[in-house]
């Protein structure tokens, strides 16, 4: 069974500029969030989805960050613009609808450095 | 709201050694708990988690922890640490709604030769 993929795995960028982040979570597993891990720090939620909907973005940015999954599939975030402080690993990961967060999959992670 | 402490950012043994990893949690209802590990530029993997059933919880990988109500305490042991062992290791919680993971802010353990 395929595990959690996730790109870019590394990315660069300057304060100021855009971007994104893919996620696509193992097949049939309706439950998706995303997690901010900066430096020396645990794993922050995001944003949940479950299936297209979002279940909680409590602790998302939103003057500058945005996450989707339209099809109900594959998600992506973006940060637009981000700021040095944005520079973190992001991490995705998918559970089943009915494990929820008993059980999580996490992916690799994005690693982002905003210079 | 459910918080998680883990004691030691860092924590150095011997191979061979014992490995005590320190987690405490704040909750007035014991919460579910998880152990995780992460290797260098990977995604967290499960280890063992705690779900009221048995207060020692046996993992993957040679690790167990004991819940421990009186404590508020979840700590990760290992009898002996072996080379492979050296990672970061994050306890979690999970809150009431059972929807969301709050994590400590990790342990990472180096084992020395």
């Known amino acids: 069974e395929a595990g959690v993929a996730q790109s870019p795995r590394y990315k660069i960028i300057e304060k100021r500029q855009s971007v994104a982040f893919w996620c696509n979570p193992i097949?049939?597993?309706?439950?998706l969030y995303w997690y901010q891990q900066i430096l020396g720090q645990g794993p922050k939620l995001l944003i949940q989805?479950?299936?297209?909907?979002?279940?909680?973005d409590s602790q998302l940015p939103k003057d500058r960050f945005s996450a989707e999954r339209l099809k109900g599939v594959d998600s992506t975030l973006k940060i637009q613009p981000a700021k040095l402080e944005d520079s973190a690993v992001y991490l995705c990961?998918?559970?089943?609808?009915?494990?929820?967060?008993?059980?999580?999959?996490f992916g690799p992670g994005t690693r982002l450095t905003v210079t | 709201a459910q918080s998680v402490t883990q004691l030691g950012s860092h924590v150095s043994v011997s191979e061979g050694a014992l490995v005590l990893l320190r987690c405490n949690y704040s909750?007035?209802?014991?919460?579910?708990l998880f152990w995780y590990v992460q290797y260098p530029n990977q995604g967290l993997q499960l280890l063992l988690k705690?779900?009221?059933?048995?207060?020692l919880v046996k993992g993957i990988n040679g690790f167990e922890a004991e819940f421990k109500k009186s404590e508020t305490s979840f700590h990760l042991t290992k009898p002996s640490a072996h080379m492979s062992d050296a990672a970061e290791y994050f306890c979690?919680?999970?809150?009431?709604?059972?929807?969301?993971?709050?994590f400590g802010g990790g342990t990472r353990l180096m084992v020395k030769p």
């Open positions: 909750s007035s209802v014991p919460p579910y």
């Open positions: 097949s049939g597993h309706a439950t």
């Open positions: 705690y779900t009221s059933a048995a207060t």
């Open positions: 979690a919680a999970i809150n009431n709604a059972g929807n969301m993971l709050t």
């Open positions: 989805f479950q299936n297209n909907g979002v279940v909680d």
């Open positions: 990961a998918s559970s089943l609808p009915h494990r929820g967060a008993y059980e999580q999959y």
